[in-house]
């Protein structure tokens, strides 16, 4: 399984961006990918979660996403997205997308729960 992140750029506070992250050897949802995450990591910060979606279409984010970000998949495009709006400075970071084929639902937050992930791709926010 391989996933490419894309879609990352400059964007000034409130707007919006779309960053995708296509999956090549594995659809997302299928058995190696039945969970898919976005993860954020900003300059001299530890990896953190932003978002997760399982096969079945539920979804988790992180307090700072929730309401302003989207998690979804186009299984058929084999693509996940992000959709952000309402963006912040603070949102500036690299994101890395990540898919597995299980997770238990009280680590999706973690890094280590992914077997797959992208190269991430950087989003700029500025005030």
């Known amino acids: 399984v391989q996933l490419q992140a894309s879609g990352g750029g400059l964007v000034q506070a409130g707007g919006s961006l779309r960053i995708s992250c296509a999956a090549s050897?594995?659809?997302?949802?299928?058995?190696?990918?039945?969970?898919s995450a976005w993860f954020r990591q900003a300059p001299g910060k530890e990896r953190e979660f932003v978002a997760a979606?399982?096969?079945?279409?539920?979804?988790s984010y992180a307090d700072s996403a929730r309401g302003r970000f989207t998690i979804s998949t186009d299984n058929a495009k084999s693509t996940m997205y992000l959709q952000m709006n309402s963006l912040r400075p603070d949102d500036t970071a690299v994101y890395y997308c990540?898919?597995?084929?299980?997770?238990?639902?009280?680590?999706?937050?973690?890094?280590?729960?992914?077997?797959?992930w992208g190269q991430g791709t950087l989003v700029t926010v500025s005030s």
């Open positions: 990540a898919a597995g084929p299980s997770v238990i639902q009280s680590n999706i937050a973690s890094v280590n729960a992914y077997a797959y």
């Open positions: 050897g594995r659809t997302f949802g299928s058995t190696q990918m039945r969970w």
């Open positions: 979606r399982k096969w079945s279409g539920s979804e």
